[in-house]
């Protein structure tokens, strides 16, 4: 995260890695101390708590299924999925924090693109969320692969899209390549209308309550009450 914050490998230049370091220290970042299977209880509680004491506006739960654990097998998994799902959208709406759920879809053959129907589980994800974010991966037989981020939901103002993006290796991130416009390109809707373009400079990113994320996210920005970062 360090190298991504200070766009570039902090190794190749040790001497202006305590001034990177300080400057990080200083974000408002908090992690969660959980790894693996976690009660939905003991999340949501230490949630509340961040946002009392910290005044924390943004969580990222990374992933569901890896919370969720085994401990579902025995039971229907759907119908629990369904309740934590439930569970964030309700703590996002009462708390007015915003919630990023990554939830890994569904395996789908290589040459068909995911959609929201991917969404492992049932419908209630993504009829919960406000935004519904798409990590595509293209993979080519010929060549790299082609990546881009797909808005596939947005209850904001309806404009979807797509963004193409580019792996920078030096700073380990995504980022739109420099020859692509930084703009939503027009897609039909199901009705076959074409939807609007965002004004100049937007990049369909919208103050929602609770958004869900298919796909493998690149870091995880996670409250914790009790360790600030470093």
């Known amino acids: 995260m360090l190298t991504q914050f200070a766009v570039g490998r902090l190794e190749e230049q040790l001497d202006r890695y305590d001034e990177w370091a300080d400057r990080f220290e200083d974000l408002p970042l908090y992690f969660m101390t959980f790894h693996g299977q976690q009660s939905i209880r003991t999340v949501i509680d230490t949630m509340q708590h961040a946002v009392y004491v910290y005044d924390i506006c943004h969580v990222v739960i990374d992933n569901l299924q890896f919370m969720m654990g085994h401990e579902q097998l025995s039971t229907d998994r759907i119908a629990a999925q369904d309740y934590i799902v439930g569970a964030f959208r309700k703590f996002a709406t009462d708390n007015s924090c915003h919630v990023t759920l990554v939830i890994h879809p569904r395996k789908e053959d290589d040459d068909k693109e995911l959609q ?27 060549g790299p ?86």
């Open 116 to 142: 929201t129907a991917s969404i492992f589980g049932s419908a209630k994800a993504s009829q919960e969320a406000d935004n519904v974010l798409i990590l595509q991966d293209r993979k080519l037989v010929t």
């Open 145 to 230: 692969g082609k990546r881009y981020l797909q808005v596939s939901k947005n209850r904001f103002d309806g404009d979807v899209g797509v963004f193409p993006l580019e792996f920078n290796k030096s700073s380990l991130t995504f980022s739109i390549p420099p020859k692509s416009k930084a703009r939503l390109k027009k897609v039909k809707d199901d009705n076959g209308l074409v939807t609007k373009k965002p004004s100049s400079g937007r990049k369909g990113a919208v103050p929602q309550n609770s958004e869900t994320c298919l796909g493998q996210a690149h870091h995880s920005n996670q409250p914790n009450p009790s360790k600030p970062s470093r």
